[in-house]
């Protein structure tokens, strides 16, 4: 089973240019989430989408950060203009479904992530 | 609110020695946890998760972790410490209707 993919692996760019990150999950799973990892800090969730709905968006900074997920699988995230405390490795994960309490949640398989570098 | 509290942000052994790993939490009702891996240039990977069926939870690599109600606790521990252990390992804490919220990491170094 492929796993999560994302690209590009690496980017830098510079201070207020703009960049994308593409995110394909495991075939099959209705949910999707962007994280950020800062150095030396555990990830951060961004925004979890359940096939191409928006579920949880109140930690994305929505005057700089866009994300989508068309058809309710690949999706893509996008920081416009950047900053430099947008350094980070942003990660997307990917689970069968939706945890709605009780019994066990589904589990969550991450990308590689994408490191990005603002200059 | 959800959270984890890594107590240690770094922590060396040596091989053949065992691994302690630890882990408080804060949760208004019985909550599930888990622990990540990250090995430098890979992905997360998912060691093991606490969800009320026991207290003693094995994981993958001779990793377990023990749930301590009493202690808000969910440590990490390992008999005996490999050198491929060395990583980063995440607490987590995952509740209804929200993704997982990370603790801030431990750093494991393993020398020989």
């Known amino acids: 089973e492929a796993g999560v993919a994302q690209s590009p692996r690496y980017k830098i760019i510079e201070k207020r240019q703009s960049v994308a990150f593409w995110c394909n999950p495991i075939?099959?799973?209705?949910?999707l989430y962007w994280y950020q990892q800062i150095l030396g800090q555990g990830p951060k969730l961004l925004i979890q989408?359940?096939?191409?709905?928006?579920?949880?968006d109140s930690q994305l900074p929505k005057d700089r950060f866009s994300a989508e997920r068309l058809k309710g699988v690949d999706s893509t995230l996008k920081i416009q203009p950047a900053k430099l405390e947008d350094s980070a490795v942003y990660l997307c994960?990917?689970?069968?479904?939706?945890?709605?309490?009780?019994?066990?949640?589904?589990?969550?398989?991450f990308g590689p992530g994408t490191r990005l570098t603002v200059l | 609110a959800q959270s984890v509290t890594q107590l240690d942000s770094h922590v060396s052994v040596s091989e053949g020695t065992p691994v302690l790993l630890r882990c408080n939490y804060s949760?208004?009702?019985?909550?599930?946890l888990f622990w990540y891996v990250q090995h430098p240039n890979k992905g997360l990977q998912l060691l093991l998760k606490?969800?009320?069926?026991?207290?003693l939870v094995k994981g993958i690599n001779g990793f377990e972790a023990e749930f301590k109600k009493s202690e808000t606790s969910f440590h990490l521990t390992k008999p005996s410490a490999h050198m491929s252990d060395a990583a980063e390992y995440f607490c987590?804490?995952?509740?209804?209707?929200?993704?997982?919220?990370f603790g801030k990491g431990t750093t494991l170094s393993v020398s020989s």
């Open positions: 994960a990917s689970s069968l479904d939706f945890y709605v309490g009780g019994g066990v949640p589904p589990a969550q398989y």
């Open positions: 989408f359940q096939n191409n709905g928006v579920v949880d």
């Open positions: 075939s099959g799973h209705a949910t």
């Open positions: 987590v804490v995952s509740r209804a209707g929200t993704a997982l919220i």
């Open positions: 606490y969800t009320s069926a026991a207290t």
């Open positions: 949760s208004s009702y019985s909550p599930s």
